[in-house]
């Protein structure tokens, strides 16, 4: 069973950066597209960024487009979430899910529930 454990969350001043992690418990992440989400409380999930298992293919919302770049080093069985220009309506747990697909897949998807394994997420404070 494939575990992911997200880092990097924190608090941050509006304008500044993070990059958040998420390293997976096998050495097969490759086979696997992954997304990140984010939750607020009292708010829907939101699909924040995904990324196909070969890499190749990226998407964003339009919320964050510009501003977040998604990214994957299947060598280290990770993949980042670099967060620039942060505003206060970034501020919510962030967690990264995994969904298994063939090595070089080009597949990938913002909705939550197309993807059957989840970390715990980090919180992501963006604050003056």
């Known amino acids: 069973q494939l575990q992911l454990v997200e880092s990097g969350g924190g608090l941050v001043h509006p304008g500044g950066s993070l990059r958040l992690s998420c390293a997976a418990s096998?050495?097969?992440?490759?086979?696997?597209?992954v997304g990140w989400f984010r939750r607020v409380p009292g708010k829907g999930p939101e699909g924040v960024s995904c990324?196909?298992?070969?890499?190749?293919?990226?998407n964003y919302a339009d919320s964050v487009k510009g501003r977040f770049t998604i990214s994957r080093d299947n060598a280290k069985n990770t993949v980042y979430l670099q967060m620039d220009s942060l505003k206060s309506e970034d501020t919510a747990v962030y967690h990264c899910?995994?969904?298994?697909?063939?090595?070089?897949?080009?597949?990938?998807?913002?909705?939550?529930?197309?993807?059957?394994?989840w970390g715990q997420g980090t919180q992501v404070t963006v604050s003056s």
């Open positions: 096998e050495s097969t992440l490759e086979y696997y597209a």
């Open positions: 990324i196909s298992s070969s890499g190749g293919r990226t």
């Open positions: 899910a995994a969904d298994f697909r063939k090595y070089g897949s080009s597949w990938y998807s913002l909705e939550e529930n197309d993807y059957d394994f």
